[in-house]
């Protein structure tokens, strides 16, 4: 029985000896990611751009996947340098939101500002699975007086 084993421990040291002299494999470089698509690559923003400056009423349009939409919209709000609710619309599916791919979305805002006040657009996933945290897409806008 020592025979046997003797093989099999040889053959293992003699690959363990070619790995260690073998070169050293080039470290390979992780894909970059972006705050959108690390946060939610399901959803995109078509309009307006981030960074943009926009007046009431401002029309949100894009894709989400159907799990974002929970009876055909998810919430969507414009919030404040301040933290504090500009204003509130649903993003509602304009198709079949019950689909894997994606589905045109749209949410209008109608809001009143005296001066140009920096503001971020905020998308959250409605009802995400087993109670996690939801899934969301920010950018950044200003809103600009009429």
């Known amino acids: 029985m020592i025979m046997l084993r003797a093989p099999h421990v040889l053959i293992a040291a003699m690959g363990l000896a070619l790995l260690a002299c073998s070169p050293?494999?080039?470290?390979?470089?992780?894909?970059a990611t972006t705050a959108e698509t690390s946060a939610a690559p399901n959803v995109v923003i078509e309009t307006?751009?981030?960074?943009a400056r926009v007046t009431s009423p401002l029309v949100v349009e894009g894709t989400a996947?159907?799990?974002?939409?929970?009876?055909?919209?998810?919430?969507?709000k414009l919030v404040g340098a301040d933290g504090a609710v500009?204003?509130?619309?649903?993003a509602m599916a304009q198709s079949d939101?019950?689909?894997e791919a994606p589905v045109q979305y749209r949410a209008t805002f109608t809001f009143a500002v005296t001066e140009e006040t920096p503001a971020t657009l905020v998308l959250e996933e409605d009802m995400p699975a087993?109670?996690?945290?939801p899934r969301e897409v920010t950018i950044p806008v200003v809103l600009v007086p009429r």
């Open 130 to 133: 087993d109670n996690a945290a």
């Open 65 to 76: 996947t159907g799990d974002w939409y929970f009876e055909a919209q998810f919430p969507a």
């Open 97 to 99: 939101w019950m689909t």
């Open 48 to 51: 307006p751009a981030s960074g």
């Open 24 to 31: 050293p494999q080039a470290p390979t470089e992780a894909p």
């Open 86 to 90: 500009i204003a509130e619309a649903p």
